[in-house]
């Protein structure tokens, strides 16, 4: 099993910034991608942002693209998720996802936090 907690979530006014992180912890050698997706109220669940731990390559959903980054702490078992220009429809409960994920925005993730929560006020 591979364990994930969420941090970093809050209030901001839109054009701020946050950072979350994730903390992985268990079996994460058998992780070779993570992700970030969010939730709004009332909305499916949408892809945000992925990583892969060897090598690093990225994905981002187009919404986020050029404003948020992803990066990943391999020693530290940590990934973040740095927002900036962050606008009010970026408001929503946050999900840390890991997993073997062939397609990084498709997954699969089987692993997933407790979520942090977003809210932009503008």
């Known amino acids: 099993q591979v364990q994930l907690v969420e941090s970093g979530g809050g209030l901001v006014q839109a054009g701020g910034s946050l950072r979350l992180s994730c903390a992985t912890s268990g079996r994460t050698y058998s992780i070779s991608a993570m992700g970030w997706f969010r939730q709004a109220p009332g909305k499916e669940r949408e892809f945000v942002a992925a990583?892969?731990?060897?090598?690093?390559?990225?994905d981002y959903a187009d919404s986020v693209k050029g404003r948020f980054t992803i990066s990943r702490d391999g020693a530290q078992n940590m990934v973040y998720l740095q927002m900036n220009s962050l606008k009010p429809q970026d408001t929503a409960a946050y999900y840390c996802?890991?997993?073997?994920?062939?397609?990084?925005?498709?997954?699969?993730?089987?692993?997933w936090g407790q979520g942090t929560q977003v809210t932009v006020s503008s």
């Open positions: 990583i892969r731990w060897s090598g690093g390559s990225t």
């Open positions: 996802a890991a997993g073997q994920a062939r397609q990084l925005r498709l997954g699969p993730y089987p692993y």
